[in-house]
């Protein structure tokens, strides 16, 4: 980086590290709720609208897992600051398309760059700082990351509202564009030495990474504790307003309020992070257990929202807790290859969103 003895600039250029976390949330979520105004404006079905969320999330999914080895070779900061600005020339030319084949090949261009400018970053914290600094990062790290689909589809519905569906692509492409900028004047590169392109090499560290134990236990931890973001999102929506009558704003603000719960449980991961691992792990589970056991055994009784809320409230506070806290673990293992890791940890996240997000979205289309 350059002069990264320069107190201000490094924080400057933390700041815009944590500004490029929710940028995968946002490519994903923003444009949601515009989805039906954006097939009747194009003339296309409602499966050719979700097809461009596929192509995004294949892409981005897949890029992650390998963007790692060229990121280590190539560096860290040409690469992201190039992604970033054709992002936003792939962003406007959806705003302006009216061809949905050309709209799935810049959503694929969309995934790829994104893929690079996230990994990119998450190396970044660990390249730069150590210990329980880096820990803490990490964690708002987290925190962050899990705001940009909170935030995504509120935003995108009144820029949809408001503007049209194309105005939340040319949102993405202003946002891009402004980290730019920033990321121009204040950031360089994190990577000391680059190493050189080996296959051999690379297919060690990749094998190395994956067969160890903590590693991919982590990764299984952080897939268990995101499915339980993902049952609420499938059948949620049914549940509101099929079983209990209600409106689909319900179901909108039902959904804010738990991302909230997720947010809080990140916010509370952080805050013991110098305490033992496994024992703070272990009595958010048992506490997470219980509170499961309960809603099972309470709902037959009271089948109301609020104690539905109540229980998955609590229920998601403590799978953000989970999450934070491996995801920090998960990233602190292997700091000389940390793209690579990173990578294997943003794939594995993408590729179980990847499953289950066509279901939710036919889940909400049944719901409204």
Known sequence: MKNISNERRQRISTIVAF?????????TDIYIPAMPSMGSELKITSLQVQLTLTAFLISYGTAQLFIGAFLDTFGRYKPGLTALFVFTIASITIANADNIYLIYLMRIIHGLTVATIVVAKRAYFVAVYKGEQLKSYLSIFTIIWSVGPIVAPFIGGYLQTAFGWHSNFYFLAGMAGVIGILEALFTGETLAKPAAFN?????????EVITTLRFILGLVILGLAYSMVMIYNLTGPFIIEHKLGLSPVVIDYCSLFLGFAWTIGGLIGKAPVEKPFFSKLLLNL?????FAIAMVLSIGYFGSLFTILFFAF?????????????FTFNMTLFPKNADIS???VGGYYVQIRKQALPLVLIELRKAR
């Open 342 to 344: 990173g990578g294997l």
């Open 19 to 27: 500004a490029i976390v929710p940028m995968s949330g946002f490519a």
């Open 199 to 207: 296959v051999r090499r690379i297919a060690a560290t990749y094998y």
């Open 286 to 290: 048992l506490l997470q257990l219980l």
């Open 314 to 326: 609590i229920i998601h506070v403590a799978a953000g807790f989970t999450y934070n806290n491996y």
